[in-house]
């Protein structure tokens, strides 16, 4: 997979914090070197209001406005890189949960079409303006309430819902293809788990790799 350069790199002081948080994935646990040289690279600050700029670099999620977080940073990586292990590669992938627009460039920078869905027209918006910004054309935004999916585009080799689901919907499960993978926090809060789910010739093959603490995920849109 190739690696695009980033139209906007960011201020020198930008660039050490996102050194020293790369290291601090690193020593998470995070191994995969495509997901920690992205990380390296973009811009979060970018991601989150001005207030909150000076944290963007902090391992911990942060406010973006009506009420939702930009994920952690370590959970991004955690979930990209459960998205990419194995040898089926994914390059069609529906995101569910824009918010900021950060984890869709993480995937938009492996050089996967992205097709990212957000039920809140502000947030939906402001990412849309952002990722054109950075320069980024590989990402198609919708509008609407993700427990859908977007069937219009699918299937998908992979699926990332960055908001936690009470159950998983059906529909993103319809909507895997062969070999396809989804990644989903499920659960009440308190008490959520990231499931990857990968779909087989009969039937899917789950397995929860960490607790997690998202947002819920809502219905209907706003
Ligand atoms: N990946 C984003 C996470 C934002 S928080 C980031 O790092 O910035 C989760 C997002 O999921 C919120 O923007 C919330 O509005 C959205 N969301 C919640 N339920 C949804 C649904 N049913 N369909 C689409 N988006 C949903």
Redo the contacts with the bound molecule.
């Keep these: 997979m190739t690696l695009r350069p980033l139209a906007k790199a960011g201020s020198q002081v930008s660039l050490s914090a996102r050194t020293k948080m790369v290291a601090d994935l690193r020593r998470e646990g995070i191994t995969d070197e495509r997901v920690l040289e992205i990380i390296q690279k973009l811009p979060r600050h970018e991601?989150v209001d001005e207030s909150w700029r000076a944290e963007a670099y902090k391992n911990k999620p942060l406010p973006?406005g009506?009420s939702?977080?930009?994920?952690q940073p370590y959970v991004?990586a955690l979930m990209t890189q459960a998205l990419l292990e194995g040898a089926t590669p994914r390059k069609r992938v529906l995101?569910?949960?824009?918010?900021?627009?950060?984890?869709?460039a993480v995937l938009a920078e492996l050089g996967i079409s992205v097709f990212s869905?957000?039920?809140?027209k502000a947030?939906s918006e402001v990412a849309r303006e952002r990722l054109a910004r950075l320069g980024y054309r590989n990402i198609h935004f919708g509008y609407?309430?993700?427990?859908a999916g977007w069937a219009s585009h699918g299937p998908y080799d992979g699926i990332i819902v960055?908001?936690a689901a009470a159950e998983v919907p059906q529909a993103l499960l319809d909507q895997l293809d062969k070999n396809g993978r989804l990644v989903i926090p499920v659960g009440p809060p308190q008490n959520q788990v990231l499931r990857v789910i990968d779909r087989k010739l009969r039937g899917f093959d789950t397995r929860e790799i960490a607790a997690v603490s998202?947002?819920?995920?809502?219905?209907?849109?706003a």
């Design positions: 991601f973006i009506q939702q977080t930009i994920s991004v995101e569910i949960g824009t918010g900021s627009g950060y984890q869709t869905v957000e039920r809140l947030l609407n309430d993700g427990n960055t908001a998202f947002v819920p995920m809502l219905e209907g849109r």
